[in-house]
């Protein structure tokens, strides 16, 4: 684009370019195919649900204190090592549900941009442009 402002000999000739430059980009963000902005739409909402999600879980994470653990050569009595046990399998399991709510975020996320693909296909063979997006997500699938 930068070339062809330069080349421009008149303001007529700077719009012009301009006007094709805000089409393309237009065009780029998907805001001409109703079907592409529902995808777009779904993959924004499971986005925005994976957000408040970690929002709600991250507090419910909790860190061993290392004020609980003995530095000094003292030995703990069994029940204090028994709490502290019991603790560390209450936090991992509480970390494992956040794992598989995490990976049911991810396997969903993965479902939709997937089926966005025959969509961007099929509409690229209209809309030449679409063809890099779908090679793109395909792209982001093998390497999975």
Do not use: W
Not at 4 to 31: M, P
Not at 122 to 139: D, F, K, M, R, V
């Amino acid at each position: 684009m930068h070339d062809r402002l330069q080349t421009a000999r008149s303001i007529d000739e700077v719009i012009q370019i301009h006007d094709f430059f805000l089409q393309k980009c237009l065009k780029e963000c998907l805001l001409l195919s109703p079907e592409l902005l529902v995808k777009v739409e779904k993959l924004k909402a499971l986005c925005l649900q994976y957000a408040t999600s970690i929002q709600l879980l991250i507090p419910s994470i909790e860190v061993a204190n290392p004020e609980n653990t003995s530095k000094s050569g003292k030995s703990r009595s069994r029940i204090n090592k028994s709490q502290d046990r019991d603790e560390q399998l209450k936090l991992a399991s509480e970390n494992v549900v956040m794992s598989e709510s995490i990976l049911k975020f991810e396997a969903a996320f993965n479902s939709e941009l997937q089926s966005l693909v025959p969509t961007l296909s099929s509409s690229s063979q209209a809309e030449p442009y679409l063809t890099h997006l779908a090679q793109c997500i395909l792209g982001m699938r093998i390497d999975q």
